[in-house]
């Protein structure tokens, strides 16, 4: 019985043994596994790591040359910035003074429109005075007018010494001034000394004789190089004659004869005639 003890005991110690060789070979091969996986995955990871170190470089490359270009044209826009914020200060300028200009001239046209209300409501005013004082004046135009139709019809007729013709004479000066006012004639009034010759108007009169006592005279008129004898003539009557290239009816009126041998009249001349460049009106 003890040789069968003895004989089992070492196949037992040896298939113990196998086991762990075993054991110990699959966990070698095991771990050449492991290990070579792990290498190749950091062979991989080395590759992938240089990779991006390269494309880091290049990133870095490009964001240099992006940090340029982006220097360059914030200069440029720094420049038409500059640019532009002078143009808009001019043009702000620019709209300031033309607003100013604006408010001064709508202050200007307030002040106008505020004048010329004032000088509508003057003007109205005057206005309405001087429709009150036109028809004031109509009224003393009419009345003058009347006051004038009664001296003219107040006035004398008589008859000329040429051809009979009747004509409206004055008698003094204030009917003088009536046949004036009725404004159909020129009217020139002289004073004559005896022997004296003196322009009237555009003839000239020369007194020939005077005789107070029967208010009479003698006188000669000079007209367009000829001369009309007036002879023993009468206060207030009316002497015609004809005078002027067209010959137009001129008439001598003698009002008064005075004791110094003097007379004086007026000369009428109707409005057509010629005038004298300076008158004795």
């Given at each position: 019985m003890s040789d069968e003890?003895?004989?089992e005991t070492p196949r037992t110690y040896s298939g113990a043994l196998l086991a762990a060789i075993?054991?110990?070979?699959?966990?070698?091969?095991?771990?050449?596994?492991?290990?070579?996986t792990l290498s190749s995955k950091l062979t991989t990871q080395q590759q992938e790591l240089a990779d991006a170190k390269a494309a880091n470089v290049k990133l870095d490359a490009q964001?240099?040359?992006?940090?340029?270009?982006?220097?360059?044209?914030?200069?440029?826009?720094?420049?038409?910035?500059?640019l532009t914020q002078k143009q808009l200060d001019m043009r702000a300028a620019e709209l300031q003074q033309r607003e100013s200009r604006v408010e001064?001239?709508?202050?200007?046209?307030?002040?106008?429109?505020?004048?010329?209300?004032?000088?509508?409501?003057?003007?109205?005013t005057d206005v309405t005075g001087v429709k009150t004082d036109v028809g004031g004046v109509k009224t003393?135009?009419?009345k003058t007018q009347t006051d004038l139709a009664s001296a003219v019809a107040q006035l004398t007729t008589m008859k000329g010494d040429l051809d009979g013709h009747s004509t409206l004479i004055a008698r003094n000066?204030?009917?003088?001034?009536?046949?004036?006012?009725?404004?159909?004639?020129?009217?020139?009034?002289?004073?004559?000394?005896?022997?004296?010759?003196?322009?009237?108007?555009?003839?000239?009169?020369?007194?020939?004789?005077?005789?107070?006592?029967?208010?009479?005279?003698t006188l000669v008129v000079y007209a367009d190089?000829?001369?009309?004898?007036?002879?023993?003539?009468?206060l207030n009557e009316p002497l015609q004659f004809y005078a002027g290239k067209d010959p137009m009816l001129y008439e001598l009126v003698v009002n008064t004869v005075s004791?110094?041998?003097?007379?004086?009249?007026?000369?009428?001349?109707?409005?057509?005639?010629?005038?004298?460049?300076?008158t004795g009106q």
């Open positions: 003890i003895v004989e075993a054991v110990a070979l699959l966990l070698g091969l095991g771990g050449l596994i492991w290990s070579y964001l240099r040359e992006t940090d340029e270009r982006l220097g360059v044209a914030t200069d440029e826009l720094k420049t038409s910035l500059g001064a001239s709508t202050q200007k046209l307030a002040t106008a429109e505020t004048a010329t209300a004032a000088a509508v409501t003057a003007v109205a003393d135009v009419a000066a204030s009917e003088l001034e009536t046949l004036k006012h009725k404004g159909d004639r020129n009217y020139y009034s002289f004073t004559l000394a005896k022997g004296e010759k003196k322009p009237v108007g555009t003839v000239s009169l020369e007194l020939k004789k005077a005789d107070a006592k029967k208010s009479k005279f190089d000829k001369q009309y004898e007036k002879k023993d003539k009468n004791a110094k041998n003097t007379i004086t009249g007026y000369l009428s001349t109707p409005k057509g005639a010629p005038v004298p460049v300076t």
